[in-house]
């Protein structure tokens, strides 16, 4: 079994950032990729951004060019900086860690942007 721990989120105002980061630990074999997704109340999971044992990262529309995802290969951690936050980037975010077949989940971390 694989243990994700997600720690930074908060409450910021609008402009803000926060850094989040999130630490694997327990029976890792091989990492095919990390990653971090958020869900907002009434609305679908979506994806964040994601990076890749190699280093290959992939971020959704929205947050390209505010945030950046990097990883700590041999610490198993995958952080998130998050800068010019905006009120619609509130959500729970949650860190992903895929390890083909195999798909792990976070327990979550609340990201509250003020207007």
């Known amino acids: 079994q694989v243990q994700l721990v997600e720690s930074g989120g908060g409450l910021v105002q609008a402009g803000g950032s926060l850094r989040l980061s999130c630490a694997a630990s327990?029976?890792?074999?091989?990492?095919?990729?990390m990653g971090w997704y958020r869900q907002a109340p009434g609305k679908q999971r979506e994806l964040v951004a994601t990076i890749t044992t190699g280093g290959r990262t992939n971020y959704a529309d929205s947050v390209k060019g505010r945030f950046t995802i990097s990883r700590d290969n041999a610490k198993n951690t995958a952080n998130l900086q998050m800068n010019s936050l905006k009120p619609e980037d509130t959500a729970v975010y949650y860190c992903?860690?895929?390890?083909?077949?195999?798909?792990?989940w976070g327990q979550g971390t609340q990201v509250t942007v003020s207007s």
């Open positions: 327990g029976s890792i074999l091989r990492i095919t990729s």
């Open positions: 992903q860690l895929e390890e083909r077949p195999r798909v792990y």
